[in-house]
């Protein structure tokens, strides 16, 4: 298939190169930021940079719409395509109906579960995409596209998906989060972060295998108060830490039991 | 060595049954929880329950002492043991000076920087152990002991241990409650957890080649107030949830910017 893209960011930046190499032929990038947008054509033989979302007179089989869920709505309306071209989305959280405006599209959504970094590498045969459209034919020709990355192909709702990307941000971003104020405790106090790894790898691992609450160790859950007022102590420089902390306490405290 | 542990939970558990594989003769448990007590006593051929922290007149040339922080200092006040027998604790948090009421002993601390569930097996060829001790003697006894199970042996003075066990408990202990929580989140749409699995491990790997507040990603990060604003909304039954959210978001957004 021919594609293009709108938008030039992370998820645009991996998945155009990823289509490319399977085989489709990524024709197109437009983004307001003209200056990722050309980066990326650079990495894409056969793209070039869009002036502007007035897409008639331009032959695409589909338009993936990678952009922060905020822009979605004036893409949206300002996007013209020719008509019966595929048009998707790629946002865990919006839903399909946003597409309804574009004027002779056939619309749906294509959402690949993962963290996208234009600094790493990503094999993308390991990432579930949720798929989505209203009519057969259409969600078969995303179904298809999906089937060219990868053999965990989902069809899914518009509140199943954000129910998953809901789930999402708690797993991977605010999971991210809490390794970095870990990274940063360790480096204020001049210590390596190896020391942790083999603890985040082997934390990882048991809660793959059965329900993290099940699992859960540390002084919250033992409510080993004298440890925890240690640690609140050690964090008065960084008051929102301690709020953090405070809260994360309570919220195990309240989920489990110790093992 | 001969072995005597105080404690029969997590970390009793597995360090007990570790160091009887590699050559140690594990020979008494000592526990207020009787029944976990006989449970490990069961796995150790050569161990007996012990009636009390009397041990005058019991030779042993280990104590080593597995219980919650807040039961340690009882611990170091009743127990007695012969002259010049080593006692160490394996806590993260205290410090080495706990045990210097125990008359007669050279004391230490041997801190397995690990999670343990009893539930789950466990290497601890990979787990850096932490060991501290005044007299050079005690440190090298313990350094021989940590060697037995691991490679990682590491030499740390009492405020370095505390420091990397408060990042340990951002690194392990929240990021599982986390994980828990998507888990939960899943489990109330009637989602699998293995859609997310790709997504943990992608996390993770990316949080271990760089720093995590350089591969932030998510709605926090790109504050997409829109997305931000459904997630408060779809977690409107779990207050408690909706705060942490809150908190986390506000927390990634004063730490980082997005790539």
Redesign the interface.
């Known amino acids: 298939m021919t594609i293009t893209f709108i938008g030039s960011g ?1 998820v645009a930046w991996h998945l155009s190169q990823a289509l490319q190499q399977t085989g489709h032929s990524v024709t197109g990038i437009f983004s307001r930021n003209t200056a990722t947008a050309d980066a990326l054509v650079q990495q894409l033989p056969q793209a070039t940079r869009l002036p502007s979302l007035y897409l008639t007179d331009t032959h695409t089989d589909v338009v993936l719409i990678a952009v ?3 822009a979605l709505p004036q893409v949206a309306q300002e996007l013209q395509v020719q008509p019966g071209t595929l048009v998707a989305h790629t946002s865990g ?1 919006q839903p399909l109906h946003m597409l309804q405006t574009i004027a002779g599209a056939r619309v749906g959504v294509f959402y690949p ?8 590498p ?1 094999d993308l045969e ?3 995409i949720l798929v989505e459209a209203t009519e057969q034919d259409t969600l078969q020709q995303l179904q298809q596209l999906a089937h060219s990355l990868t053999d ?1 192909v ?1 069809t899914a709702a518009s509140g ?1 998906r ?3 990307h ?21 480096q ?2 001049s ?1 390596t972060n190896e ?10 691992a ?17 409510h ?4 925890i007022d ?2 609140l102590q ?2 008065q420089q960084h008051p ?2 301690q ?3 405070h ?2 306490t ?3 405290q ?3 039991t110790a ?1």
Chains 1, 2 share one sequence.
């Open positions: 992370n922060p869920d905020a959280s579960l993962q963290t996208f970094s234009k600094s790493k990503l390991q990432v579930p965990k989902h199943t954000r129910q998953l809901l789930a999402a941000v708690f797993a991977c971003n605010f999971t991210n989060h809490l390794l970095g104020i870990s990274q940063q405790l360790l204020e106090a210590l020391l942790l790894q083999p603890l985040i790898q082997e934390t990882i048991k809660a793959m295998q059965q329900h993290p609450y099940s699992v859960q160790t540390g002084p919250a859950i033992r080993d108060q004298i440890v240690t640690h050690m964090l929102h830490l709020e953090l902390y809260l994360l309570q919220s195990i309240r989920t489990g093992e």
